[in-house]
């Protein structure tokens, strides 16, 4: 989302990225705070960081609302509503944090029954963040869950699975998985870059990086690497 269309004036800004979009991520304009940025701690998935890039996935064919300041039981009732009555196949429930949750729906479906999927289950939830959420999406036209931290928040992790997982929720943790492995051994090398390579050293996925003062090119080379996978 361009700096002039932000709905808000909040101090981070959200980047929403396709697969394919990995690599051009970094090369916006939270690049040079990814390189510069220190983690400030590590624990499995739980890195916390102190530049203000969110990661998120964004497309048009999976039904994904966002439920804040919501009970897990209503959020399981509201998706399993939304799963029968318009066939959705399954879904899996992520935990952001205390009472936030999200949802993913595994059928693939066009944009026109996205839309119209998350406005039933706003309007018969009758949440207003969860109605702010989806007029955003609708505004515009694709819908975007975060994966990464943010914050002192975690990334979200699965509570809850139901029906069918081969469809749309296999391909959302597909390209959360990459996503997250390119993040980490990004922090590798700012980590290494930084002089404190033990603290990557118990999250067990620090490799041998060669000349560390060449960290952008190293970068680089790897985003590229990944992008060329797709």
């Keep these: 989302m361009a700096q002039d269309e932000r709905p808000t004036s909040a101090s981070y800004w959200l980047t929403s990225i396709r697969l394919r ?8 304009r939270s690049f040079s705070r990814t390189l510069s940025g220190m983690p400030q701690g590590v624990t499995g998935l739980t890195l916390k960081w102190n530049h203000n890039t969110i990661l998120g996935i964004t497309d048009k064919v999976t039904v994904k609302p966002d439920f804040d300041d919501t009970p897990f039981k209503t959020v399981r009732h509201r998706a399993e509503r939304a799963y029968s009555w318009f066939r959705l196949d399954g879904f899996d429930i992520f935990k952001s944090s205390k009472n936030h949750y999200h949802v993913v729906f595994d059928r693939r479906v066009t944009w026109k029954t996205n839309i119209r999927v998350m406005c039933w289950v706003a309007m018969l939830s009758q949440i207003g963040k969860l109605k702010d959420y ?4 609708g505004i515009k036209e694709s819908s975007t869950l975060r994966v990464g931290p943010k914050g002192d928040k975690p990334s979200p992790r699965i509570v809850n699975r139901f029906g069918e997982q081969d469809g749309e929720i296999q391909n959302f943790l597909k390209k959360r998985k990459e996503i997250k492995d ?10 290494t870059e930084k002089g404190s390579p033990q603290a990557m050293h118990k999250t067990g996925v620090l490799q041998s990086v060669e000349q560390p003062s060449k960290r952008v090119q190293e970068i680089s080379l790897l985003l590229s690497s990944h992008h060329d996978r797709k």
């Design 182 to 191: 390119t993040v980490r051994r990004m922090d590798c090398l700012i980590a």
């Design 134 to 137: 989806v007029l955003m999406q």
């Design 21 to 28: 979009d990995v690599s051009s991520l970094f090369q916006q």
